[in-house]
């Protein structure tokens, strides 16, 4: 917990821009994923100190660099291409902080980055465990110009009347689900009906993996 407190600020975490590309391999833009390279243990895998921070609390701090990180670096992506967009992960605490709005909104002013590119990815759980108040938050950054996504969707076992209530741009498709394509019938039954939804409700679609 102290070293990666000592981390966040320093050249030890970084960025990294994974690809997305639509369905005729034209990149789209990206997804921002951090990476820890500790200067004695290496790499430490993301599933091991993101627990940690949200356990200890440094999750707050971690997610504001990164969001003031990723946000420069799509303000450098839109001076190669305005089109290019870059989905950042925000945990469940970040959504729920007083001052999360006032942050993304002094990040895009600091860096430049064009409002409309950044997306911000969100998970299921934390739209139904309050769904009034995460309409509020979700309504408050909209009209900045962000847009959301629902990460791992599939996974979780909620009601879709969210999807018809919330200002919401995009729904990932769950890796578990893309891994059993194209052989697996169950997976292809329910990547094909989460592709018609997304289509009626005029969502993008995005897999993982």
Known sequence: ?????????????????????????????????LRWRHPERGMVPPDQFIAL????GLIIELGTWVLKTGCRILADLHRE?????????????????????????????ATGACASGLILEITEGLLIT???HAAERLAELVELGVRFSIDDFGTGFSSFAYLRQLPLYEIKID????????GDKASVGIV??????????????????
Do not use: W, Y
């Open 175 to 182: 890796r578990s689900f893309i891994n059993g394509l194209p």
């Open 53 to 56: 921070a949200e356990a200890s």
């Open 81 to 109: 291409d305005p089109s290019l967009t870059l989905a950042i992960n925000i945990s469940p605490a970040q959504f729920k902080h007083p001052g999360f709005v006032d942050e993304v909104r002094d990040a895009l002013a």
């Open 192 to 209: 094909c009906s989460i592709l018609s939804m997304g289509s009626h409700l005029g969502l993008h679609v995005v897999s993982e993996g």
């Open 1 to 33: 917990e102290q070293d990666l407190r000592t981390a966040i600020g320093s050249d030890q975490l970084f960025l990294h821009v994974q690809p997305q590309h639509n369905a005729q391999g034209q990149l789209t833009g990206g997804e921002a994923l």
């Open 130 to 132: 309050d769904v009034n």
